[in-house]
């Protein structure tokens, strides 16, 4: 089991920036990926970004250039820096945690809501 826990989520400006964090806990040490996926109330939720254990990065094309991933193994943590925010960024930001053969953990979600 891993239990995630999301914080860093508030209300900005169209504009500004934020941080998310994600601390795990439990069985880490499967851990092969981790992420942050974001869901708008009434669609689907939708991959924002990744990191795999060597370093390897993916990104939604909308949050190109403007967001990045980036994680801690000392702190067992991800980070999801969120730069240039938009309106359309506004949602429920979700911390995943991708373990082999094991499957997939979700933290509880936390609020991001730009103001335009």
């Known amino acids: 089991q891993v239990q995630l826990v999301e914080s860093g989520g508030g209300l900005v400006q169209a504009g500004g920036s934020l941080t998310l964090s994600c601390a795990a806990s439990g069985s880490i040490s499967g851990i092969n990926a981790m992420g942050w996926f974001r869901q708008v109330l009434g669609k689907q939720r939708e991959l924002v970004a990744t990191?795999?254990?060597?370093?390897?990065?993916v990104y939604a094309d909308s949050v190109k250039g403007r967001f990045a991933i980036s994680r801690d193994a000392a702190k067992n943590a991800v980070y999801l820096q969120m730069n240039s925010l938009k309106p359309e960024d506004t949602a429920v930001y979700y911390c995943?945690?991708?373990?082999?053969?094991?499957?997939?953990?979700w933290g509880q979600g936390t609020q991001v809501t730009v103001s335009s």
């Open positions: 990191i795999r254990n060597g370093g390897n990065t």
């Open positions: 995943n945690a991708y373990l082999v053969l094991v499957g997939t953990y």
